[in-house]
């Protein structure tokens, strides 16, 4: 049997991968309640695209994916937080509050999964987004919660979670990295 790299996998699963402009663009908001079916043509597609994932790949600290991540330059993420916890659905998500207390821990990305970076974070994040009716709706996160949606808010803002790596700090390998399997440590 033939050794298929982590982001081969990703690859074959439909994941856009580093290097693809899409990446590098801000996606495109949606107007709501307008453009309501789009978005959750949009969102059903994300899903899909998790599930695919989930079968391949376990995530113990919970998993998310951006539109551009699938190809859809539209401001949309799904993430999963660990456990049994309901999806949050993030729909022109933006970020308009951060705590000042961060702390650095490992991230993964869908779009090159061959690598692990210690990325700096805030430990608490407030954010806006919009329902599929149209309203506004504020939401704090913490922790490991607030890393993921920040990770994919980054995305929808065409931003890899590299840009966010300190000047001196470079990703590892998969292989090295020992702690795929366990949640994030938080003091």
Request: charged share 25%.
């Amino acid at each position: 049997m033939i050794d298929v790299r982590p982001s081969q996998q990703m690859r074959d699963l439909g994941v856009v991968q580093r290097g693809a402009g899409i990446l590098a663009e801000a996606a495109r908001a949606f107007d709501l309640p307008a453009q309501r079916d789009e978005a959750e043509r949009v969102v059903d597609g994300l899903f899909v695209a998790m599930e695919r994932i989930g079968q391949v790949h376990p995530f113990a600290k919970g998993m998310g994916i951006a539109a551009p991540q699938i190809g859809i330059a539209r401001a949309a993420a799904v993430v999963q937080p660990p456990g049994d916890a309901p999806a949050i659905i993030l729909l022109n998500p933006r970020i308009t509050d951060c705590s000042d207390e961060m702390d650095e821990q490992y991230e993964g990305c869908l779009s090159f999964f061959d690598v692990r970076g210690l990325v700096p974070r805030p430990l608490k994040i407030t954010i806006e987004t919009t329902t599929l009716t149209g309203q506004t709706v504020t939401t704090v996160y913490e922790r490991g919660l607030a890393r993921l949606i920040h990770h994919e808010i980054d995305h929808l803002d065409g931003q890899l979670y590299t840009a966010r790596m300190r000047t001196a700090v470079q990703p590892i390998p998969v292989e090295e990295y020992r702690q795929t399997g366990r949640a994030w440590a938080y003091e």
